[in-house]
């Protein structure tokens, strides 16, 4: 049996990846591409349905997932952008969960209060990686990623935290708004708690005691579960713990851990993210027959499908009236707002609107509503719910996605002109670095330069950005440079760097400049000391 098990998963993950492949061929964004994927082939005949454990959906992909997304979210630009974030992602979810909750007691026959907020807190979420990977390629002004991915960060935990409250209802039979609401602001609060206080113990792990690259990537795997199960264990919401610890440590990360573990971290859980959303993508492709053979007579496949077009609809509409209305609010509200957003135009308040494609969350959340009430009472419209989710995903999903970037080319996004250009901003950084670095030499290691043919070459390379790093080569390999001088060559390198990385670190607070642009700066100093390293030993 665990044999079986194991081939159909490691079959799964080859025909994701084998998926992702043919959609990179196609040029089809990979989540949209897993969905129809997951759906055409979830009806072949003979094709095993694979069916999952709804109680091992939240902690086996949510935690990781979540963690990932708080740890590669700028948090200056989500500083920045606080407010409308905010509005978005608690605001909107919970009028998305209120207007979707009385739509479906009022059209969908059998549908209690508790029911709709459920489906409401299914489907209140936007993907922020489904609309990344339609965008990508595609120019769009910052704002508009800083915005989607701090929405995408935040709506996660508070539709969860209202799912967790419909389905506690459900099971009870008791749904009181004004507790829930009360319940949600306790919940959430210690949830925050919890996840900067678990923070705080991996910070101390990282920080103080021996490490390596391999052991701080396995503390970085470990952290999400951790924050998450000993929140729910104390009844409180693990999402947000997951998201606050996240945000808490991808802050220190330049402080805990090394360039070596930093690269190798990267690249794990890219990968690892990766992977799970494919899963988590074509599952539900295929778990589909199942569900459309749970409708029943009393849901015929037609009806169940207009229900899923008129919830994709709702929730559109009421995306498009929230942020708009909000806008023009915090705008004659907030005098603070009306200069952060004058990047903002109408052009990108419609490309946030319509990027609002639903994904691994939504899907995950739906799964996991469990079989069955009691031993003996099934869940009441589970696979009705399921299949509304479907369809919600599948209308935002491919029909926004696959239209989204003829509507981006179709608007003419005008440029941000309070922002320096991406390109500036670049060589701007760099300017810097390089100057900060000929102080540094200028001060401390004038000696060095004269006696050292090395350190005499990397400062010709930084003065005038030609031949510098190739002398150096050269210079190595005809046998000029002692061991000695290779010693104190890799020294100065490694400070020079870490005056670099301090210089950085300031530039983050500096609003002018993105955190992707000084991310990429980062990446690039940690590979510089990781090859100095190298070429030394």
């Not at 390596?212 to 795997?221: G, P, Q």
């Not at 952290?223 to 919401?237: L, N, R």
């Not at 990267?266 to 494919?278: E, K």
């Not at 990385?501 to 642009?517: A, F, P, T």
Request: include cysteine.
């Amino acid at each position: 049996m665990l044999h079986d098990n194991l081939i159909l998963i490691l079959v799964l993950l080859l025909g994701v990846t084998i998926l992702v492949m043919m959609g990179q061929k196609l040029k089809i964004s990979y989540p949209i591409f897993l969905v129809l994927a997951g759906l055409i082939i979830g009806f072949v005949p003979g094709i095993p349905h694979l069916t999952v454990d709804p109680d091992i959906i939240f902690l086996l992909f949510l935690p990781p997932l979540l963690y990932e997304a708080a740890w590669t979210t700028s948090w200056k630009d989500f500083r920045e952008y606080r407010g409308a974030i905010m509005l978005m992602a608690v605001g909107l979810v919970l009028i998305t969960s209120i207007a979707v909750a009385y739509a479906s007691v009022a059209f969908i026959p059998g549908f209690t209060l508790a029911l709709g907020f459920l489906l409401g807190g299914i489907i209140s979420p936007p993907d922020a990686i489904a609309a990344s990977s339609v965008m990508k390629g595609i120019k769009v002004p910052k704002t508009i990623n800083s915005l989607l991915e701090g929405e995408s960060l935040v709506n996660d935990a508070s539709s969860l935290i209202v799912f967790k409250f419909a389905l506690a209802a459900v099971v009870t039979g008791n749904f009181v708004l004004q507790d829930a609401a009360l319940n949600f602001v306790v919940v959430a609060g210690l949830g925050i708690l919890i996840g900067l206080a678990i923070g705080g113990v991996f910070y101390v792990l990282h920080r103080w005691l021996p490490t390596n690259d391999n052991i701080d990537t396995v503390l970085t795997l470990l952290t999400p579960y951790f924050m998450y199960v000993v929140a729910e264990h104390f009844k409180v919401s693990g999402v947000m713990a997951v998201v606050s610890g996240g945000l808490l440590l991808c802050s220190q990360s330049h402080v805990i851990l090394t360039p070596n573990s930093r690269v190798k971290v990267n690249s794990v859980w890219s990968a690892i993210t990766f992977m799970m959303n494919g899963v988590v993508f074509i599952l539900i492709g295929l778990a589909l027959p199942d569900i459309v053979a749970g409708l029943g007579s009393e849901y015929p496949l037609k009806t169940a499908i207009y229900y899923g077009i008129g919830i994709s609809m709702l929730a559109l509409v009421v995306r498009f009236l929230w942020l708009f209305s909000t806008s023009r609010i915090t705008r004659v509200v907030n005098k603070k707002t009306r200069i952060r957003y004058q990047g903002m135009t109408w052009h990108s308040s419609v490309v946030v609107v319509w990027a609002g494609m639903r994904g691994v969350v939504s899907l995950a959340a739906a799964l996991s509503i469990p079989l069955m009430l009691n031993s003996q009472t099934p869940f009441p419209l589970r696979n009705l719910i399921l299949f509304i989710t479907f369809v919600v995903i599948l209308v935002t999903l491919v029909f926004q996605g696959l239209s989204l970037p003829y509507v981006i080319k179709w608007l003419k996004i005008p440029e941000n002109t309070y922002k320096i250009p991406e390109q500036e901003q670049s060589a701007q950084i760099k300017l810097r670095l390089i100057d900060r670095s000929l102080v540094r030499i200028q001060e401390n290691y004038q000696f060095q330069c004269i006696h050292n043919e090395l350190m005499s070459n990397f400062k010709a390379e930084l003065e005038n950005s030609l031949t510098g790093k190739r002398n150096n080569l050269e210079a190595i390999r005809a046998g000029k440079i002692d061991q000695q001088e290779l010693k104190v060559y890799r020294e100065i390198m490694l400070d020079l760097i870490q005056v670099q990385r301090h210089e950085l670190h300031l530039l983050k607070r500096d609003r002018n400049y993105d955190d992707d642009i000084i991310r990429e700066e980062e990446n690039r100093l940690d590979l510089e000391e990781l090859s100095t390293g190298m070429v030394i030993s």
